[in-house]
């Protein structure tokens, strides 16, 4: 019934398109509501599917929005997708919330040690690998050529912070998704956390420096100045934030969720327009209100009451973003810098992992749970594009293929490794909790 229902719309949304004026239903909003409608519906039934295939409902969402995305069925717009990316802010801030609500101190202090080695090892070690790839690779990457070394080591080292990024947004949904609870999701999510962390400065240290190569002088000054406005503020407001969410909660018995979904819109919009990270003003408001009072489980159940409409679009969005073309135009360079990032991680993990003494699950299967891309990756390589547009079309290419990859197969890796880890319905629901969220995917 479900793949009859899918059909039927995809048939319905083709022959709107195919018979309607344009722009769409005779408005851009008009286009926009029923684009963002029909991929909310046919993703939902799409990640259904998936997980009667024994599959990630999030990468039936990402298939879905392939498919029905400007490089396939056309259906979606890229002028429809414009307009309706405003789900990433939301979903990435809503993501990052409960990531710091989950990230309970007390409970994850005795993997702390395993979650410092693996981020130096996993994600900085990766990180410096990649920068050696990319750079040892600049006689393949037309928009590298001619670079004297400092600047082509600069410019490979920011290609190698933005590959390196992972995904707290699928950690999480994977993990809500299966149940899962244990060593390996609690130490996967730590590391992905922090390491977006570490991306985060490392980008905005690379681009400086490549931006002070690329550009007149003067540039790096600027660059660090907003580098610590946007980490150190974006700490202090979301704290901030943390505590009006947790006087809201503790004030008002309902409503909750309403809230919480307008403070993602707000932390999203706000924040960027004022140069500050979403992803870490919501990370640091979701950790507050879980160590610091005690409406943790509180703001988890509201979140999850309303975040999965917000949670299917950001993916399907996502999977319709996919540059399928840059595949074709790249193949080779991305596929290496997929394969030495997977290298990279699932090396770097057991390496760490053994040094810290972490258990042997660990060691295996925690490495996977670093491999998937999504909000952050996409956030990084939109803005490694918009910042160096004089690096050409090639450099476009080669970031979002690698991040195309990575975010169509990953996934899927993640959770067989979950599976395998025997950490798969260890996590018991609370009673009052929707299904929502288990069927939801955060930069």
């Known amino acids: 019934m479900q793949v009859i229902l899918l059909l039927a719309l995809l048939g319905l949304m083709h022959a709107t398109r195919t018979f309607s004026p ?8 008009a286009s926009v509501v029923m684009a963002g409608g029909f991929l909310l519906l046919t993703a939902l039934f799409a990640g259904n599917l998936a997980k009667g295939i024994h599959m ?5 969402y990402l298939m879905l929005g392939i498919a029905v995305g400007p490089q396939v069925l056309g259906l979606v717009t890229e002028g429809m997708l414009g307009q309706l990316r405003i789900f990433n802010g939301v979903a990435i801030a809503l993501i990052a919330l409960t990531a710091g609500a989950e990230l309970d101190l007390k409970t994850m202090r005795p993997l702390f040690r395993g979650i410092a080695w693996i981020t130096l090892l996993a994600v900085v070690g990766t990180g410096v690998l990649l920068t050696g790839t990319a750079f040892l690779m600049r006689g393949w990457l037309s928009f590298m050529s001619g670079m004297e070394t400092g600047t082509a080591l600069a410019v490979a080292a920011m290609l190698g912070t933005t590959v390196a990024a992972q995904s707290p947004a699928v950690v999480v949904a994977l993990r809500k998704e299966l149940n899962a609870d244990g060593p390996v999701s609690r130490t996967v999510l730590g590391v992905v956390i922090v390491s977006d962390l570490v991306v985060i400065l490392f980008f905005a240290l690379t681009s400086s420096v490549a931006r002070g190569l690329l550009s007149p002088s003067g540039q790096q000054a600027a660059g660090l100045g907003t580098l610590v406005w946007e980490v150190a503020g974006s700490a202090v407001i979301g704290v901030l934030i943390g505590v009006l969410v947790a006087a809201f909660l503790r004030s008002l018995s309902e409503g909750g969720a309403l809230f919480v979904v307008m ?3 707000l932390t999203a919009e706000v924040g960027q327009r004022v140069h500050l ?3 870490l003003l919501a990370l640091a408001a979701g950790v507050f209100i879980r160590n610091a009072t005690s409406y943790g489980d509180r703001l988890h159940h509201e979140i999850e009451s309303a975040s999965l409409p917000v949670y299917i679009s ?5 999977g319709a973003s996919i540059h399928l073309d ?8 991305a596929l290496t810098l997929v394969l030495v990032r997977g290298l990279g991680f699932l090396g770097g993990t057991r390496l760490g992992a053994r040094v810290a003494g972490s258990e042997e699950m660990v060691r295996r299967y925690a490495g996977f749970g670093l491999l998937p891309q999504a909000g952050l990756a996409l956030a990084l390589a939109s803005l490694f594009t918009r910042s160096f547009p004089q690096l050409g079309d090639q450099s476009a290419a080669l970031v979002f293929g690698v991040v195309a990859l990575n975010e169509m197969f990953a996934p899927i890796l993640y959770r067989v490794a979950l599976v395998r880890s025997g950490e798969a319905e ?6 009052s909790a929707p299904e929502a969220l288990p069927q939801a995917e955060t930069v």
């Open 56 to 60: 990630p409902r999030l990468t039936g």
């Open 22 to 29: 344009v722009p769409l239903a005779g408005s851009v909003p």
């Open 326 to 333: 840059a595949l074709a135009i790249v193949g080779l360079p």
């Open 314 to 318: 950001f993916f399907a969005v996502a």
């Open 277 to 279: 990270d979403p992803l």
């Open 263 to 265: 403070v993602g819109f």
């Open 426 to 431: 260890k996590l018991a629901e609370p009673p």
